[in-house]
């Protein structure tokens, strides 16, 4: 099938051929002559199967021909929100690229920057306004936002959203909008609390589903490498000594491991910057265009900082930490091997992950290939529950014992000594 074949319309087929789009993806087939139809619509689709333009190019579609048929002023007609700044950043260039021959404007709006140029495109008028929720409820109390002429609205990534914790702000906004409109909602998983969701705000919708999030592109060979934790720095460094590992997005669980690796890797020469929620919106932008652009080699992102980051002709991601929920591996190896590109997915896993890579290999219904080729082999064995409870005991009281020092100082700060002996747990 041919994007003609949709029936769209000749500028936005024109701005798709500038970009050598000719076929859409599997959710595109199935969405867009229901949206253009004007049905509210169910997607379940993860990011990387094309989802933005399943949305943005119909909605482009609708508000040209409305605004041909009725000569509309540039009013918010349409609303897309999303959980990151970075996926915001990135559907409203889609828009931007979609709909240059439209005339249709865009413009966005997210925390974490000031809002002086954001406000700017406000009062010059837009048509499509992507947003975060925190920056949009701002703008709405500033007086700066007016939902009332919404006629289209997207929720994407809605389970991302609720475990960001933006249920409450997604409520405020949608009493805010207009009855009567069309809406979108898209998720990648359907859990009890995002169906529920998904009827409060939408009206008898067509369901449309792609890529279960159980599924792993067969484009995508998948590696796996049993280490210790102690060794995990060393074996990635030989991982990286393969010169043909040219671009690498890796994953870590925390803010403080993504930090911790960029400075081990820069140690060693190798190029490499990391983004989280943590890191100045500016720093987050500088360094994931300085990646699109091979200006660095690695990378390093905590899960919700690399939600939403859609790069060209990615061919490997690195599993520095193994994730314990299962789709998360799914999502994360799903950065590469894109629209039919080959990928490569190497995980390194210490003890205490081998039972995540279980759970992991049960999901997706297959075996991870083990290099057996590793000079850092698992040596370590897992700590037994038992050890488990009382290293979780000792962090508590550890943690408590900060706490009480700091309250003791805070009251008498001129006799009080922190002591940096540690006590045995008997």
């Given at each position: ?379 370590d064995k897992p700590m037994t529950e038992n050890e488990k409870k009382e290293k979780e005991k000792e962090k508590k009281l550890r943690k408590q014992e900060f706490f009480d020092a700091k309250k003791r100082k805070q009251e008498n700060p001129k006799s009080f000594k922190f002591s940096n002996k540690k006590k045995k747990i008997k």
């Amino acid at each position: 099938m041919k994007f003609e074949d949709l029936k769209i319309i000749e500028p936005i087929l024109k701005a798709l051929k500038d970009e050598n789009y000719t076929e859409p993806t599997s959710i595109q087939e199935k969405s867009i002559p229901l949206i253009l139809q004007r049905n509210d619509v169910l997607g379940s689709a993860q990011t990387g199967t094309g989802k933005t333009a399943a949305f943005a190019i119909p909605i482009l579609q609708l508000l040209y021909l409305d605004r041909i048929k009725n000569n509309k002023a540039h009013k918010i007609n349409s609303l897309i929100i999303t959980p990151t700044r970075e996926l915001a950043i990135q559907i409203a260039d889609s828009f931007t690229v979609y709909g240059k021959y439209t005339g249709i404007k865009n413009a966005v709006i997210f925390g974490g920057v000031k809002q002086g140029s954001q406000t700017d495109a406000l009062r010059k008028g837009v048509d499509v306004l992507v947003a975060t929720p925190g920056r949009l409820l701002d703008l709405m109390d500033q007086g700066f936002v007016n939902l009332k002429d919404v006629e289209y609205f997207v929720l994407d990534e809605a389970d991302r959203m609720l475990d960001m914790g933006f249920i409450n702000d997604i409520k405020k906004i949608i009493a805010k909008l207009p009855s009567k409109r069309q809406s979108l909602f898209f998720s990648a998983t359907m859990p009890k609390n995002i169906v529920e969701l998904s009827k409060k705000i939408l009206k008898n919708p067509q369901k449309v589903e792609v890529s279960p999030v159980s599924s792993t592109a067969e484009t995508i060979q998948q590696y796996l490498y049993y280490t210790n934790k102690t060794n995990k720095k060393d074996l990635l460094f030989h991982i990286l000594k393969n010169r043909e590992i040219d671009q690498v997005l890796l994953f870590s669980k925390t803010k403080h491991g993504a930090n911790k690796i960029s400075k081990y890797l820069k140690k060693e020469n190798i190029k490499s910057e990391a983004i989280h929620g943590d890191k100045a919106q500016n720093q987050r932008q500088k360094a994931l265009a300085q990646f699109k652009e091979r200006e660095i080699r690695v990378l390093v992102a905590t899960d919700i900082a690399a939600r939403g980051i859609d790069i060209d002709k990615l061919r490997y991601v690195i599993n520095y930490d193994i994730p314990n929920i299962s789709e998360t591996y799914v999502h994360r190896i799903g950065r590469s091997g894109r629209a039919g590109e080959d990928g490569i997915a190497i995980s390194m896993c210490e003890p205490e992950e081998n039972d995540y890579i279980k759970d992991i290999e049960n999901l997706i219904k297959q075996k991870i290939e083990i290099v057996k080729d590793n000079p850092f082999p698992q040596t370590d064995k897992p700590m037994t529950e038992n050890e488990k409870k009382e290293k979780e005991k000792e962090k508590k009281l550890r943690k408590q014992e900060f706490f009480d020092a700091k309250k003791r100082k805070q009251e008498n700060p001129k006799s009080f000594k922190f002591s940096n002996k540690k006590k045995k747990i008997k």
